[in-house]
């Protein structure tokens, strides 16, 4: 890991430690601080994006650096949030993500640039525009789950009846469902797009170079898609709002996560 | 802090001393505050006057030459405006002196003597009273001090550090805390009152200042539309109860029938119908007017009488608490502004002592160079103000002791031993026209 990654990623770690003691209750009104950090963090890490790009190694490259930029994505987008809503409690659950996926990414084995056994060059705009689409997606649907994930908590502290921990450092249910709503709703047609140009992808290789298999986490990229689509007929169409609508989104962001998984295990593998 | 010298007298009553029937006939409408202050300093010994007029307390700031007088005089003042012998209203007054009076105004301000320990208002008032003061040119060097650099600064330190005022400990206020958690923002949020009772009234009454759309509902329809007409609220038909808890945000219930009119089965078919939009249920009614398992619908929050009093004590509880670390921040700001006072009053002093002996030097050469030539009498004034210099110099080093009690003592025993006013030895800030002129008594 370069010196500027790991500067990146002890603003995040010291900005995620001050979120989860706002979150125990050990230290109140710190989200200034926490922000602050915060946006050092996502500084420091667009400039390592910038440095790795200038080095070769672009965000779509390999899982990896998709990974990071998915990270940087959550942490800007919860940035820019949080400037007009009080998010402190997502930040405990965005902080350390990104952290946990920054050292995921940083630490994976190095290698060659390989995509489904493809190099870089080989992919071409479809599949460069398959894993940018894919890679924003995840991110939008990232933060989308952290909101469900708060809103779930926020969900049970007024169902007990526990004021000091909602009012304190909790978001109003109503905000928390209509951002995620919002998140979802932009998610959408961008990993909609992703499904599409990844199958023409994965269609054309199977022409070109005999290596389109169909594997596992193509069958979970299209259930999750299939679950947010649910979830986006199931809100304008039936009205679905609340917890429903928190687990479907958490529900959807299980598999996108899965898919996440699936390729970055067979890269360190 | 004994010997502080800060010269503030405050005499006044409170809710801890006097019974409301008291405290009403103190009370001073805004309008009246000009005279009000103009009356206070128009007592004998007093210079600088801020009235602080709530409905909890009637307190008098004033700084004063002499604080027997004054205390007098203001105590007549009092007893005057509540048409009472001043013996009669003796029992229901307190008065501080020197800094027990600047400790006083900084718990008030920090509303830890408030009826409700830690409530916001008090700061508020106390601005403007001293604002008041200000405008009618009745604050001067003391009060700015006290209030300004003083109290001001207190309550802030004890907002930002402590949770004194973190959470609501009245009913209605942990209610609107809990709907505003549910729906956030209530502006255009759908309220709906069901029953047209006092409490119900109580509570439209407050969210309406926070933006909401009424809705009332009650089984006699001429008392909702009273209500209605008194809050610019909507009326529903009784019969049509389950469209309105479908349109709602937040339920309040409030009737005086004695079994539950808002049932499990009504609020399940509600619940499907608004498809997951969460509801927040107030039940301030007893006995209640909401099943209590209603509660266990997901997407439903309820809030009935006692869960919401509970909230409250635990949150009067936890202000307790606070109020213990408030007071020992008060104690820490009175020390570091006594402190302040003493180092400001050091220079002052200085240049009054030296004022003085040199007045007296220069006087002396005068009576005693008739008749001399110009040349004589400048030479024996540069040797009588020679002598003045090497005699003030030890003085002089004492007084710049970096010790401010030891300095403190030294003030004190110059302004008994060469009648050196205190007043002389404040900064130049003149308080208002008026006051102005019987205050500066000088050395």
Not at chain 1, 4 to 30: D, N, P
Not at chain 1, 183 to 194: D, E, K, R, Y
Not at chain 2, 354 to 369: D, K, N, P, W
Request: glycine letters at 8%; charged letters at 20%; aromatic letters at 6%.
């Amino acid at each position: 890991m370069s010196t500027l990654t790991w500067h990146a990623v002890g603003a995040y770690g010291i900005a995620a430690a001050i979120y989860l003691l706002h979150l125990v209750g050990l230290r109140r009104g710190a989200e200034n601080a926490g922000r602050a950090l915060l946006a050092i963090g996502v500084t420091l890490h667009f400039a390592d994006i910038g440095v790795r790009c200038y080095h070769g190694s672009n965000p779509i490259s390999s899982t990896p650096e998709a990974m990071s930029l998915v990270a940087f994505i959550v942490a800007a987008v919860y940035l820019l949030t949080s400037l007009r809503y009080q998010l402190t409690a997502a930040g405990a659950f965005v902080a350390p993500a990104v952290v946990a996926l920054i050292l995921l990414a940083r630490l994976a084995p190095a290698e060659a640039p390989v995509q489904d056994g493809v190099t870089l060059p080989m992919m071409g705009r479809l599949g460069q525009a398959h894993i940018l689409l894919a890679t924003l997606g995840v991110a939008v649907f990232a933060f989308a789950a952290v909101l469900a994930v708060v809103y779930l908590f926020q969900d049970r502290s007024l169902k007990r009846k526990q004021l000091d921990r909602a009012v304190d450092r909790g978001t109003p249910l109503d905000t928390l469902d209509r951002l995620a709503h919002r998140c979802v709703s932009i998610g959408f047609p961008v990993f909609t797009l992703a499904i599409v140009t990844g199958a023409i992808w994965v269609a054309r290789l199977g022409i070109l170079h005999g290596q389109g298999t169909l594997r596992p986490e193509y069958l979970i990229a299209v259930g999750t898609w299939i679950a947010f689509a649910v979830l986006i007929i199931a809100r304008v169409g039936a009205g679905w709002r609340g917890r429903r609508a928190a687990w479907l989104t958490l529900g959807g962001f299980g598999g996108t996560a899965l898919v996440v998984a699936a390729y970055f295990i067979r890269h360190a593998v | 802090m004994p010997g502080a010298n800060i010269d503030l007298l405050l005499v006044g009553v409170s809710h801890k001393t006097a019974p409301v029937a008291v405290r009403e006939r103190l009370t001073v409408d805004p309008e009246a505050i000009a005279a009000a202050l103009t009356e206070l300093t128009g007592l004998a010994p007093v210079r600088e006057a801020v009235m602080l007029a709530t409905c909890n307390r009637v307190e008098l700031y004033v700084a004063a030459d002499d604080a027997d007088r004054a205390a007098a005089g203001l105590a007549e003042v009092l007893a005057r405006r509540a048409g009472v012998g001043v013996p009669e209203l003796a029992e229901h007054l307190y008065q501080h002196r020197d800094s027990a009076a600047v400790r006083h105004l900084f718990r008030v301000a920090s509303s830890l003597d408030s009826l409700v320990v830690g409530e916001p208002q008090i700061l508020g008032q106390t601005k403007q009273a001293y604002d008041a003061a200000v405008q009618h040119g009745t604050a001067g060097a003391v009060l700015r001090a006290c209030f300004e650099e003083g109290a001001f600064r207190v309550a802030r330190r004890v907002r930002r550090e402590t949770a004194i005022a973190r959470n609501p400990v009245s009913v209605s206020s942990v209610a609107v805390d809990f709907a505003r958690q549910v729906v956030g923002d209530f502006a255009r949020r759908r309220v709906l009152i069901v029953g047209a009772g006092k409490m119900s009234e109580l509570a439209a009454r407050t969210l309406r200042t926070h933006g909401a759309t009424l809705t009332v509902i009650n089984r006699t329809r001429a008392r909702a539309d009273e209500m209605a007409k008194q809050f610019g609220a909507d009326v529903a038909d009784w019969e049509n109860l389950r469209g309105a808890l479908v349109a709602a945000d937040i339920v309040i219930a409030s009737t005086g029938a004695q079994r539950p009119v808002l049932t499990l089965d009504l609020l399940t078919q509600v619940r499907k119908a608004r498809r997951g939009r969460p509801l927040c249920l107030l039940d301030i009614a007893v006995p209640r007017d909401v099943e209590p398992a209603v509660g266990e619908l997901s997407d439903i929050y309820l809030y009935d009488i006692d869960a919401l009093q509970k909230v409250a004590g635990e949150h009067r509880a936890e202000r307790a608490e606070e109020a213990a670390e408030a007071e020992s921040v008060v104690e820490e700001e009175l020390g570091r502004f006594v402190k302040k006072w003493r180092n400001r009053q050091r220079g002052p002093m200085i240049s009054a002592l030296q004022t003085h002996f040199h007045g007296i030097a220069r006087a002396e050469v005068m009576r005693l160079s008739g008749g001399v030539d110009e040349k004589e009498r400048k030479a024996r004034l540069d040797i009588a103000e020679s002598l003045v210099k090497k005699l003030l110099h030890q003085p002089m080093t004492a007084l710049r002791d970096d010790d401010p009690d030891a300095a403190m003592s030294l003030v004190q025993a110059l302004q008994r031993l060469f009648s050196l006013s205190p007043v002389a030895a404040l900064p130049a800030e003149a308080p208002g026209e008026g006051s102005a002129d019987k205050k500066a008594t000088g050395s």
